[in-house]
């Protein structure tokens, strides 16, 4: 581990809350998905359908969007199987910390690379198309991200500062690439034409979609490791 990484996650446990309530509410806030993807998802929901001009450029923006989001987590992932295994600070005994993260030991997440955090890549891709479709409302997203999904996860030891860091800059740029007028006309042009003359199929598959997204694919994931067991 880096002087920074060891230096953040040193204030952060010698500055942890006292409070056993305090700490339980961030072990939540970062556990439940009605504080990540149910908070921001929604926005977008919101942006599709609100009256204004530029209506086609919005909505092929927040298709982008989408997009980016699940190029995001679906590199996360890859580059977490792929990079060599770091393991998360909660179980790494070198460091002699200990974290407020009562209840969060999962077996998925103890043997799940700590590099990069897909929760950064994709909420903060996800908060970036926020941000550049309406600058008051992505810096809120921006913000909300940065304190209610990233941060718990660095103060519960679920991730290094650098895992969180890196996760956040490669969403960002995949997003500001797939926004780009390029990129967006090519990719969401004709999806939107589809969505246009196919609203009921193109609705269903939407809100399916999002669902996925709040939940990261957790309950398709489990359902493949369980089949995979069954084999």
């Not at 960002?172 to 006309?185: D, E, K, L, Q, W």
Request: charged fraction near 15%.
């Amino acid at each position: 581990m880096n002087s920074f990484d060891t230096a953040v996650q040193i204030f952060l446990t010698h500055n942890a809350f006292r409070s056993a309530a305090m700490n339980h509410a961030i072990r939540v806030i970062a556990g439940q998905v009605i504080f990540k993807g149910l908070v921001l998802i929604p926005v977008l929901w919101w942006m599709w359908f609100e009256p204004g001009p530029r209506g086609e450029w919005k909505r092929e923006m927040i298709i982008a969007t989408v997009a980016s989001g699940l190029l995001s987590l679906a590199s996360g992932r890859l580059l977490a199987c792929c990079l060599p295994f770091r393991e998360r600070p909660l179980y790494n005994p070198e460091l002699h910390l200990s974290f407020p993260s009562v209840g969060l030991q999962d077996a998925v997440v103890r043997t799940w690379s700590s590099f990069p955090s897909d929760h950064a890549m994709l909420w903060m891709s996800v908060a970036t198309g926020i941000f550049l479709i309406s600058r008051r409302v992505g810096a809120l997203a921006l913000l909300y991200t940065g304190i209610f999904i990233c941060l718990p996860r660095v103060y519960l030891g679920l991730h290094y500062p650098t895992d969180v860091l890196a996760g956040a800059a490669i969403g960002v740029a995949i997003t500001c690439i797939a926004t780009r007028n390029f990129v967006r006309t090519r990719l969401a042009g004709p999806i939107l034409r589809w969505m246009n003359g196919h609203p009921g199929p193109a609705y269903m598959l939407a809100f399916l979609l999002s669902f996925q997204l709040v939940t990261q694919f957790d309950e398709l994931l489990l359902l493949f490791r369980v089949g995979l067991k069954a084999l």
